[in-house]
């Protein structure tokens, strides 16, 4: 008995380990992207592994470095008012959904930069024309 599980043992350690191709957490639903700008899409796979992204008609293949890692650079978009779907193949696949593309800015850290509306010098003039 003893011998037949190394047996096992030994046979299944030669076979190559598949590992699911993975997103950072960044990369997720919901997400937004930068328009006009170069768009990289990275994550992890099993070494070897040739992984396909697409994103609005636009479709890049790589192929996971032998540490697992992978990247690819999507051509730069225009902003959307609709959401996009952002698809991952490889040894699995991966949509991610509700995709915006448009301006994104990150702001923190800065106790100045609470501004309320309230406080603007036209608001009166401005709140009929806001319409979100």
Request: glycine fraction near 4%.
């Amino acid at each position: 008995m003893k011998i037949r599980l190394a047996a096992l043992i030994l046979s299944t350690a030669a076979l190559p380990a598949l590992a699911d191709v993975k997103l950072p957490a960044i990369l997720s639903d919901n997400m937004c992207l930068q328009a006009h700008k170069t768009l990289p899409i990275w994550g992890t796979a099993a070494p070897g592994e040739k992984i396909t992204v697409e994103l609005a008609g636009n479709k890049q293949e790589t192929t996971a470095s032998p540490d697992g890692r992978w990247l690819v650079k999507l051509p730069a978009l225009e902003a959307a008012k609709e959401p996009l779907e952002l698809h991952i193949t490889a040894n699995n696949q991966l949509t991610v959904k509700n995709v915006l593309v448009g301006e994104v800015w990150v702001a923190s850290g800065q106790s100045n930069m609470e501004f309320a509306f309230r406080d603007a010098h036209n608001r009166v003039e401005e709140t009929p024309k806001a319409n979100y």
